[in-house]
């Protein structure tokens, strides 16, 4: 049994939610005046992130995959560490009774690596983010979290525009003259509460939801309730969910040997399947 191949490059994180057990989105109702300029807009959510600090937390999740032949998903309960060191780190780690590192999603300036340890999918996939075009395939990805957080490079205007939808200022991003990705500013408190992302194609790939911001450090908010889910090109549906309950989230401090452990590409050992992510395309490795 295995997942299916056509999702994988779309799942290093399909659902994820950070919160206690409610996992409801609450939806704005207030509405408020919104930029005047797209160049307004990123200089806001830019000023937002300037008290950005490296995160740590600890919890547990309910992992849920897809295989071949089941109809019903499969389930594991796994606890949680993680840790991110803005702006392109990021280390998120599963256990389970037994299977330590069941689940690994990591990042560094150059590489980005997901692993997942159920005997029904054992596979690692890693990349290198030169080799990617952001446009497609790995959409979901850790940088996604890094944004969803709060914690991402704020980009330039050059590509951006801006619109405005009931409580939402909206800024579009095209590539190659497509829309690739919308983010979804709640104009009252000019937090972002949802992003979008597409393909070549114009369809949506996946999305995030973010609610119930949080203050880390002096101006510094981060949500607490995220909400990933990543969609099949056939069936409109997630192929593989994780819903991750946070107990904490705190500023915390990253040594340097710290870094060259949690945030180094890792030597995959014991998988059934080795992959090399290429422009959204994997291709099989020997070990």
């Known amino acids: 049994m295995k997942i299916s191949r056509k999702l994988i490059p779309y799942i290093p994180v399909v659902m994820l939610i950070l919160a206690g057990c409610e996992s409801r989105i609450r939806q704005p109702t ?12 990123l200089a806001a959510l830019k000023l937002q992130s300037q008290n950005v ?14 295989v071949e032949g089941k109809d019903k998903p499969q389930r594991e309960n796994l606890s949680v560490k993680f840790w991110a060191n803005p702006p392109v780190e990021i280390y998120m780690q599963g256990d389970k009774a037994l299977v330590p590192k069941a689940f690994v999603l990591g990042s560094n300036e150059k ?8 005997k029904e999918i054992s596979t690692h996939w890693w990349g290198y983010w030169d080799e990617q075009d952001l446009s ?13 957080l709060g914690i991402g490079e704020v980009e330039s205007q050059r590509d951006w525009s801006l619109s ?43 999305d995030a939801e ?6 880390v450090s002096d101006g510094f908010f981060v949500p607490s309730l995220i ?23 705190k500023p915390a401090k990253i040594t340097e040997p710290q870094r060259n452990f949690l ?4 030597t995959p050992r014991g998988f059934a399947n080795v992959y090399r992510v290429v422009n959204g395309k994997w291709f099989k490795q020997d070990q």
């Open 263 to 266: 945030f180094k590409l890792p």
């Open 227 to 249: 909400k990933v889910t990543t969609y099949s090109e056939e069936t409109g549906e997630f192929s593989l969910s994780i819903t991750l309950a946070l107990n904490s989230i």
């Open 111 to 118: 590489e980005f690596w997901l692993s997942l340890r159920p």
């Open 136 to 148: 497609e395939g790995l959409v979901i990805n850790p940088r996604t979290l890094l944004e969803s």
């Open 30 to 41: 207030k509405i408020c005046p919104g930029k005047d300029s797209v160049a307004d807009a």
């Open 164 to 206: 405005n939808e009931g409580p939402y200022d909206i800024i579009s991003k095209r590539q190659r003259d497509m829309v690739v990705k919308k983010i979804y500013i709640f104009s009252c408190d000019y937090r972002i509460r949802k992003i979008e992302f597409f393909n070549r194609d114009g369809e949506i790939v996946a």
């Open 53 to 66: 600090v490296p995160l740590r937390a600890n919890g547990q999740c309910r992992f849920e995959y897809y």
């Open 210 to 215: 973010l609610d119930r911001y949080k203050e």
